[in-house]
């Protein structure tokens, strides 16, 4: 029953939110919500907070401790706001800065004139809390696994529109552009996407797509994010299949302290040197939530416009290198908590349309849509009996649909009609039930338990899936902390699996240890066993159109896995002004029975997904982080080896081909004038791979290349922010490649398409709250 009222009501919302309007509501909102919050003046409080130097504060936060009154100061530092009468202690600070209070009292019809508040700069490094793999929530310097943390500040730094224009910069992960489903896919580690478990505030993410069977990161709201937390190594202990390279949890964002908060962005970018009402990009977002006496309620709806790129083409048609893209995205979050329980229900919406339009012969052309959706239901709960008691559970219902809709369209009159050549329509859709809940329990202060369960139930259906297939997949895992010290920690784990269709190890084990050397020196080791069993789409999946020609493989074989990696992070320096920490890290991955994509034996001319009898992928890497006021660099290699599958077969060739990766990440914020200002850049280099010829094996590569991003965001006014930049700055668009072949699974010719060229974006971010 409740299906279809989401779908009618993803069609309301679709009707009634066009672009254009959207911008106008935008500008309505910005300028008529202020007042709804206007105050009876009581007294008024005025004042300037400066540096310890004498130089102006600008955008500090000016509070009366305890109430919902204050401010925050202009570009010249200065403040002023009323409130009613009595004595408060007032605090102000800024990022970066102390805090400082004093008391204040306010009389009635009367302006209090403050001396001058000064703050002491000094680089402040806030504990990275992560729940990525925790028993409880703490500090990522405390976790025995490596987690890289992504916080809301650097996503609004960088003016992403998606999760890619995120990651994209970050150590050990590749992106691939398939342009003709317009899907991104990700590798980490070496490994592709496939065994990178994706998680949405916990729960896995349902409805893999594509040649290489992954989840579309892209088909997330970048609006709804409030930080991404990236766990390398295996997982698949604890997070079951799709682990084995690690996990990528995207964590939302949930109300504050404020009672009620209202936001809205508008996002302006061009696409290459295309812009315009009718070419560019063109994203719209409004968000809200509230809170009262435990209770929560948190909406939002994005649009996003791609129109696509011509690439200097006149007209429409396939020549286009990159399709029109229109996304819908809606999520709403209903909660409660009181001092032992957070309990909360949410619904996700996605909407997408990639328009493939055909190019005019004869004054006909067929156009294919990909309309995609998918409805998300998680409800999740936590439960403190107390200190030593507690438990999680979170279960989630995903139904995601791809459909290919082919129109008929006459050149003379524009008129469209549905296609009803053979495959013109069709529809696939996948489901799936997930339910993971766990304990835990702390037997004394140097062990703790955390028996689980784990259950993911999944099933297909369409015009190219053979049936309606199912695949489930139950588990039961336990791991333990254990400390005999208080600089040694040892988390042990074990999992026992049932799948409905392939038989999985007795046992997958796992290990994980943090030990610290010396209170700025931490070593963390790790080891974990690995099952995946072949998805839906490997095993039934048939899918054929102009870029890709493959068929499912009913006769796959599960992925068996070994996974070894380690780190060593060092606080070189901790002091108030100036920190500086280095990370080194290594990897080795070995994959039995690898799934990946051949010609099909059986019928030439076709591809199909076969498993590899084995693959490995190793590596290392270093990151340094520097923190100087406010001046923060970020600095860091990595080296990955791939395995050569030809290696044992022909004398001379290497074991492993290599390929580099440097990062340079700068930020630096003008407090004074309420602005920052920062430098993004990657270097991918050359990835040589081995490839059969028609007589012998030879070595073919894919060309390295720079991506830079510059971007600055300035506060206008104490509601507004302004964003703006330069995407790609070194306007790469395309990289040859030796090693592809038209005619073949994948057709894409000798280049691979990684950008749409340099591209200037300007948004607008409206923030308002009320304590």
């Given amino acids: 029953m409740l299906l279809p009222f989401l779908n009618c009501y993803s069609h309301v919302v679709s009707s009634l939110f066009f672009m254009r309007t959207s911008t106008i509501l935008f500008f309505c909102f910005l300028f008529c919500l202020p007042g709804v919050y206007a105050q009876q003046p009581s007294g008024t409080v005025q004042g300037k907070v400066l540096t310890a130097g004498g130089k102006p504060v600008a955008y500090a936060s000016v509070a009366l401790a305890g109430t919902s009154f204050g401010t925050i100061t202009q570009e010249d530092g200065t403040f002023q706001f009323t409130a009613p009468a009595g004595t408060y202690t007032i605090s102000a600070q800024a990022i970066g800065s102390g805090n400082v209070a004093l008391q204040v009292a306010i009389v009635p019809h009367q302006t209090l004139e403050l001396p001058p508040i000064k703050l002491n700069q000094q680089a402040v490094e806030l504990p990275d809390v992560v729940v990525t793999g925790q028993f409880e929530p703490q500090s990522a310097r405390k976790s025995v696994y490596q987690v890289r943390t992504i916080g809301s500040e650097q996503i609004r730094m960088r003016g992403a529109t998606d999760v890619q224009g995120v990651l994209n910069n970050q150590l050990g992960i590749r992106f691939d552009q398939d342009l003709a489903l317009g899907s991104s896919n990700l590798s980490l580690q070496g490994i592709s996407g496939q065994n990178v478990k994706v998680l949405l505030d916990g729960a896995p993410m349902i409805g893999r797509g594509g040649t290489s069977n992954e989840i579309n990161i892209n088909q997330l709201d970048i609006n709804s994010i409030e930080r991404i937390e990236i766990v390398e190594g295996p997982m698949s202990v604890v997070y079951g299949a799709d682990a084995l390279a690690g996990v990528i949890n995207i964590i939302t964002k949930k109300p504050g302290t404020e009672k009620l908060a209202l936001s809205a962005r508008l996002h302006e970018e061009t696409i290459a040197k295309e812009y315009g009402t009718e070419s560019g990009i063109h994203n719209q977002n409004l968000r809200a939530s509230w809170q009262h006496k435990g209770w929560q309620l948190v909406g939002g709806i994005s649009h996003n416009n791609f129109t696509g790129l011509k ?5 429409r048609g396939l020549a286009w290198p990159w399709h029109p893209k229109e996304q819908w995205l809606g999520d709403v979050l209903v909660g409660y908590q009181s001092s032992h329980l957070k309990t909360w229900y949410r619904l996700n919406l996605l909407d997408e349309e990639i328009n493939n339009l055909g190019t005019f012969v004869n004054g006909r052309t067929t156009d294919k849509n990909y309309l995609s959706k998918r409805y998300m239901h998680q409800a999740q709960a936590d439960w403190q009996l107390n200190e030593k008691l507690s ?138 066993r690995g099952f995946r069993a072949p998805s839906l789409r490997e095993l039934y999946f048939n899918f054929h159109d102009a870029s890709h020609n493959i068929v499912g493989n009913t006769d796959l074989q599960a992925e068996l896995s070994h996974s070894v990696n380690g780190s060593l992070a060092w606080k070189v320096l901790e002091g ?42 190793t590596g290392a890497n270093v990151t340094n982080t520097l923190r100087v006021e406010a001046f923060e660099a970020t600095a860091g290699a990595s080296y990955i080896g791939r395995y050569n599958r030809f290696y044992e077969e022909q004398e001379g060739l290497a074991h492993f081909t290599w390929s580099p990766e440097v990062i340079l990440n700068a930020t630096y914020s003008f407090r004074s004038l309420g602005a920052s200002f920062g430098v993004f850049y990657k270097y991918t280099g050359v990835m040589p791979t081995y490839v059969l010829g028609t007589e ?33 700055l070194f306007d790469v668009q395309q990289i040859t490649s030796s090693q592809l072949i038209t005619g073949g699974a ?3 010719g000798g280049n691979r398409p990684v950008g749409y060229g340099r591209s200037f974006f300007l948004g607008l971010n409206f923030q308002l709250s009320k304590l």
């Fill in 311 to 315: 690439g200097g083409k006149v007209g």
């Fill in 391 to 528: 438990a999680t559970a979170v279960a989630s219902y995903t139904n995601f649909s791809r459909r290919t809709q082919g129109v008929e369209v006459e050149e003379a009159t524009g008129k469209e009609t549905l296609s009803l050549a053979a495959g013109a329509q069709d529809m696939t859709t996948f489901s799936g039930t997930t339910f993971r809940s766990t304990v835990q329990y702390a037997l004394s202060s140097a062990i703790a338990l955390q028996p689980g369960v784990d259950l993911n139930l999944e099933k297909g259906s369409g015009d190219r899936i053979a049936g309606e297939p199912a695949i489930n997949d139950y588990a039961l895992f336990v791991s333990a902390e254990f400390s005999p010290s208080s600089t040694i920690h040892i988390r042990p784990g074990l999992r026992v699996v049932h799948n409905s269709v392939y038989q999985a190890p007795p046992v997958l084990p796992s290990v994980n240890a943090k030990v610290s050397l010396t209170p700025k020196l931490d070593l963390r080791v790790a080891y974990g």
């Fill in 576 to 617: 108030s002004r100036v920190q500086l920490a280095s990370t080194i890290g290594t990897f080795y991955n070995h994959l039995d029975n690898q799934i990946t994509t051949g010609q099909d034996a059986r019928t030439p001319g076709n591809y199909t997904y076969l498993n590899v009898e084995r693959h490995k992928t």
């Fill in 696 to 728: 012998s094996v030879y070595l073919a590569e894919i060309a390295g290349f720079s991506w830079a991003d510059v971007t600055a965001t300035k506060s206008l006014t104490k509601f507004l922010t302004l964003n703006v930049g330069v995407k790609n």
């Fill in 746 to 748: 994948h057709s894409t």
